[in-house]
């Protein structure tokens, strides 16, 4: 292995052992207790690394050479992996992955909530790795035309052929608009001189009824080709539920849709899960995973074991997902959510289930948590489910306030789910179990949900 040595330098060589996987997707390695992450890397395997940044507690490098390939390293499915940035972790065997998974949030709960041996349970990985997503958005880019972002380079696109992760025809679709675009002369938008009209493509597929809503993300600016796309989409999928347009002002990668335009056919699909349907938008937040997410949202239905009349908090509720099948189950459900055409479509899903008397309120949930509970008191339990950023000290510590019996926190990133249980452990919560589910094979991202109980006193 490396010699001691105080500094690293950019560019420089070094033979690394991987030890494990992070957070972030790449191996971890030390050099003198320095932590060096290394992209491209497997557990378990020796390889030579090139360094590309040297921090004062840390160094970044990448793969140039596997010199001793772990026994999880696999052959890539996908011919693109490496320079696409939708997958990071093809060359790893799934169940390593998995497990990986499950170690990143034990280190997490452990290093960054300080809680000593947290009861995590073993991870609840997929059934099947591939073909999982419902929804895929492929960028269009002057180089490149259409694909996926390249990886480490936001301001570039893979030209993608095919892809493991949608549907066979989602890879048809990619390939057939993007001829459409090149043959009629429909200029992508342009990041750089903020010129051109097609800005990006998106797929939406109901895994549980089979409905398709095709998407254009474009420009402002007129778009007379319209029919044509709508032809060129039926060509590949005849069946397609609903084509639609998608205006995007704003000059930024991601900025918001302001207005959907209907092309052809309804301007949403539907979608069940967990035997319940929802209508789902161009636009509208879902689980990506729709087998996965049912798993979890079992989960913490059978963990908050509502009864009639019992009164359940669901704060950041999106389009409803688990306030429908809570009070599906009989609790008595009041919800919160900041973005209005979401809550606005939990009471629709609602009244499409047949179900009545869901208390939905828009706003921030910092604002409207303690109206909640000065509505209707104490919860008997309280579900949330925050953004990636966390929901941060200041609603925790609401949380805690409500002295609501059981909480249940679900969770998109573990680095932020650490500190926030850190806020809540001081209001006399103690930590049952996290149980982590992979909703997104061949990424590091991971949800887990944490379940928390007011002990006698707290």
């Keep these: 292995m490396t010699t001691p040595r105080a500094t690293l330098a950019r560019d420089e060589e070094l033979t690394l052992r991987v030890d494990r996987l992070a957070y972030g997707g790449r191996g971890v390695a030390r050099v003198d207790g320095l932590v060096v992450f290394v992209d491209g890397a497997a557990p378990g395997e020796v390889v030579r690394a090139r360094v590309r940044r040297v921090r004062r507690t840390f ?34 065997d ?60 936001w301001n570039a696109i893979v030209r993608i052929e095919t892809c493991y992760l949608q549907s066979d025809v989602s890879a048809a679709l990619v390939r057939a608009v993007r001829a459409f675009a090149e043959d009629a002369g429909v200029p992508p938008y342009d990041p750089r001189t903020h010129r051109g009209l097609l800005r ?6 109901g895994r549980g009824t089979g409905d398709r809503l095709v998407g254009l993300l474009t420009a402002p600016g007129p778009f007379p080709q319209a029919a044509a796309f709508a032809r060129v989409v039926r060509r590949v999928a005849p069946d397609v539920t609903g084509i639609v347009r998608g205006v995007v ?54 963990q908050a074991a509502p009864t009639p009349g019992q009164r359940v908090f669901d704060l950041y509720c999106g389009v409803g997902t688990f306030a ?39 706003g921030d949930v910092r604002l409207v948590l303690p109206d909640l509970a000065a509505a209707y008191g104490p919860p008997d339990v309280l579900v949330l ?14 949380i805690g306030r409500t002295r609501a019996r059981r909480v249940i926190y679900v969770s998109c990133n573990p680095t932020t789910l650490a500190p926030d249980l850190r806020e809540l452990l001081p209001f006399g919560y103690r930590l049952i179990e996290v149980q982590p589910f992979d909703l997104f094979p061949h990424t590091y991202h991971v949800e ?6 007011r002990h006698a006193g707290g």
Excluded at 62 to 85: D, I, N, W
Excluded at 342 to 348: F, H, I, K
Excluded at 385 to 398: E, H, I, L, T
């Design 59 to 92: 160094a970044e490098a990448a793969t140039v050479e596997v010199l001793e390939p772990s026994p999880a390293r696999t052959p890539p499915r996908c011919p693109h992996f490496g320079p696409c940035g939708g997958c990071v972790w093809q060359h790893i």
């Design 385 to 398: 489910d925050p953004p990636r950023a966390g929901a941060g000290g200041k609603v925790m510590r609401k």
């Design 249 to 302: 002002p704003g000059v930024a990668d991601g900025a918001p849709v302001e207005t959907v335009e209907p092309i052809d056919g309804r301007p949403y699909l539907e979608e069940i899960l967990a035997g319940l349907r929802f209508r789902i938008g161009l636009e509208t937040f879902f689980q990506t995973n729709t087998p996965q997410a049912t798993r979890m949202v079992e989960y913490v239905v059978a």
């Design 94 to 153: 799934y169940a390593v992955q998995a497990h990986a998974k499950e170690a990143i949030v034990r280190e997490s709960l452990t290093h960054l909530g300080g809680i000593a041996a947290p009861p995590v349970r073993p991870i609840v990985a997929a059934t099947d790795p591939w073909y999982y997503r419902n929804k895929m958005e492929f960028s269009f880019h002057p180089v490149g035309t259409l694909g996926l972002h390249r990886r480490g380079d």
């Design 200 to 205: 990006a493509l998106v797929v939406r597929e």
């Design 448 to 453: 887990a949900v944490a379940v928390l109980d």
């Design 324 to 362: 429908l099948a809570l009070a599906r189950a009989g609790a008595s459900v009041a919800a919160v959510e900041v973005v209005p055409a979401a809550a606005e479509a939990a009471r629709a899903n609602a009244a499409l289930n047949g179900l009545e008397g869901l208390d939905v309120r828009t």
